[in-house]
């Protein structure tokens, strides 16, 4: 029998509610908002999340290119102006790029990519991957993470100054950058999503897309925590050296 699909409110709860699994709630997070966190941890979170912020763009210029709206295509594309930035302004890559010389980090290593870790790389790739395959909309309402995503950059205003001194303040400006935007993203995935998933089939496959999201922020701190808590990066049992591959296409 068919079931009867969700009301917008019920639908829109039920996304909401998904935020237990964010990754704020991740042991490697809660320390480095608790002040347990090393300087090593923190250098290994700032250019590994680095791979994730050069590929937001990417991704959103995969959803730009299967959509069809131009309505949608025009606000759509103020994610890639806000991470690309534009002439005379700086977008958020530069902002990170900062934060990484803030935590102590040289900012070629960063675009180099050396550090980081295949397990992230690979979730990332994937989310990547999904936006180029999925439809438009699927593609764009898996950034509904977002949701949750005011509350975590607050957190890390709001706790990183008083545990970590030594990080320059100058590199928090990613985290009020995103502050806004990220509010202003949430408004306009949420009516992409709730208008477009009107069966309960088609709501229980985005709760679906939206878990697959937040199993990709997870699964790149679990990636962490091998590396930098547990001391036990990829090939530590037979080098002490970087040996995994740089992101060559394969």
């Not at 791979?51 to 594309?77: G, H, S």
Request: glycine residues 6%; charged residues 25%.
């Amino acid at each position: 029998m068919q079931r009867e699909p969700m009301s917008i409110a019920e639908f829109e709860q039920a996304l909401r509610d998904k935020g237990r699994y964010y990754h704020i709630h991740h042991p490697f997070h809660v320390a480095m908002y608790d002040g347990s966190a090393t300087r090593e941890q923190i250098q290994g979170w700032v250019a590994n999340r680095f791979y994730y912020q050069v590929c937001i763009p990417v991704k959103d210029a995969a959803i730009l290119a299967n959509c069809p709206d131009r309505d949608t295509r025009r606000e759509w594309i103020q994610r890639i102006i806000d991470h690309d930035g534009e002439p005379g302004s700086e977008g958020g890559i530069e902002a990170w790029l900062r934060l990484g010389e803030a935590v102590g980090l040289d900012r070629e290593v960063l675009l180099s990519q050396e550090l980081v870790l295949p397990g992230v790389r690979f979730a990332v790739d994937a989310y990547v991957n999904f936006a180029r395959r999925a439809s438009w909309q699927e593609a764009a309402s898996s950034s509904l993470t977002e949701l949750f995503a005011p509350h975590i950059h607050q957190s890390r205003l709001d706790s990183w100054p008083q545990h970590y001194p030594w990080i320059d303040p100058t590199g928090y400006d990613y985290f009020r950058k995103r502050l806004k935007e990220a509010r202003r993203d949430v408004e306009h995935g949420l009516r992409i999503t709730l208008h477009h998933y009107t069966t309960w089939e088609a709501q229980q496959r985005m709760l679906e897309i939206l878990q697959f999201k937040l199993d990709v922020l997870w699964s790149m701190l679990d990636a962490m925590t091998m590396a930098y808590e547990l001391e036990r990066p990829p090939y530590h049992t037979v080098t002490a050296d970087k040996a995994w591959h740089r992101g060559i296409a394969l």
